[in-house]
């Protein structure tokens, strides 16, 4: 017997309800668990690819950076040309690669004297040139925490072949630069366009000076160059001092091509890349002063120049040296053919 008001709803029961519920709690859709790593076989896979385009990205990022250096260069040696024709311009010769105020001093260096054309005019309006460079008087005027200091030197100026300066008879290399002359366009039957006038130079380069009894014909190889060392006056100072006058510091010479290596073993077992001098301009009054001096850079297999007319050119380590020393003078009455 069933009590009034508590008849079931039809077609349920209470076993059939928790069945009911029970199955939905059965098929209820499992959720998916996501991976948080890559396996060791994917991580191994995308190492080796990324390798893969490094290595072939490198070269090309290298190349470019290259480029950019090669180019900047490039653009210091154009507008150092360009500062060597404006001063020929408003002096009607072009700088002296040496000048002395006497017989015997420390001479400034042509890149000194083209400070107001390379927006260094300030500069040069501090310097009393009528004394050397190496007098208290300058090295007072700029002392960092009172102690005179240089600055070396990325470009310098051709000086000569082997020869630079004889002061016994005024004779200088015969190319674009030479010490204590001041040289008018006139002077350039070869052409301004066919005269190195700057290239390249390593700062710090490996030298030996005041070598005795230099003199023509340039050594005949770099080893024989190597050989002419005094061991006692060899120093990694070459380049080092832009407002010095003397083809170890601001200048190059041509008895090499460009970036010959000058191998010399020291007395410390190490070899270096040596340039040579005898005595050096403004020392003395009677001995000429030779040089292997070479033009070096860090760009790989070549050099660049400005020349005389202000254009830039590549030069390659591989030209020919007799072409490279024709195109280093001034009045040589050659014909520089030929690739470089």
Not at 101 to 123: K, N
Not at 168 to 195: E, I, Q, R, W
């Amino acid at each position: 017997m069933i009590s009034a008001g508590l008849a079931p709803r039809q077609g349920l029961s209470p076993v059939k309800t928790a069945c009911c519920r029970h199955d939905r709690e059965h098929k209820a859709p499992l959720r998916t668990v996501a991976r948080s790593a890559f396996t060791l076989v994917e991580l191994l896979v995308m190492i080796a690819i990324i390798g893969s385009l490094v290595s072939l990205l490198l070269p090309a990022v290298q190349a470019a950076r290259e480029a950019a250096r090669r180019l900047s260069c490039q653009s210091n040696l154009r507008q150092l040309g360009i500062a060597i024709t404006n001063f020929e311009t408003a002096n009607k010769y072009f700088p002296p690669s040496s000048w002395a105020v006497s017989a015997a001093s420390d001479p400034w260096s042509g890149q000194a004297r083209l400070l107001p054309y390379v927006e260094g005019d300030t500069l040069f309006q501090k310097v009393d040139f009528s004394k050397p460079y190496s007098d208290q008087a300058n090295k007072d005027l700029f002392p960092p925490n009172g102690v005179p200091q240089h600055f070396p030197l990325s470009y310098g100026l051709c000086t000569g072949i082997f020869k630079v300066y004889d002061p016994a008879t005024k004779t200088d290399g015969g190319t674009a630069f030479a010490p204590f002359a001041k040289l008018g366009a006139s002077v350039f039957s070869d052409g301004l366009s066919n005269t190195l006038a700057i290239s390249e130079i390593k700062a710090f380069n490996p030298r030996s000076q005041d070598i005795a009894n230099l003199s023509d014909p340039p050594p005949s190889s770099p080893a024989a160059a190597a050989a002419l060392v005094n061991p006692a006056k060899f120093a990694q100072t070459g380049h080092t001092e832009w407002c010095c006058g003397r083809t170890l510091q601001t200048g190059f010479t041509t008895a090499f091509p460009p970036n010959t290596v000058v191998p010399y073993q020291h007395t410390d077992g190490i070899t270096y890349d040596v340039d040579i001098c005898g005595s050096r301009e403004g020392l003395s009054t009677t001995t000429a002063t030779y040089a292997t001096v070479t033009s070096r850079s860090y760009h790989a297999g070549i050099v660049s120049s400005a020349f005389m007319d202000g254009s830039v050119r590549v030069t390659a380590n591989s030209i020919d040296g007799s072409l490279w020393k024709s195109l280093s003078t001034r009045a040589g009455s050659e014909n520089p053919s030929g690739s470089y």
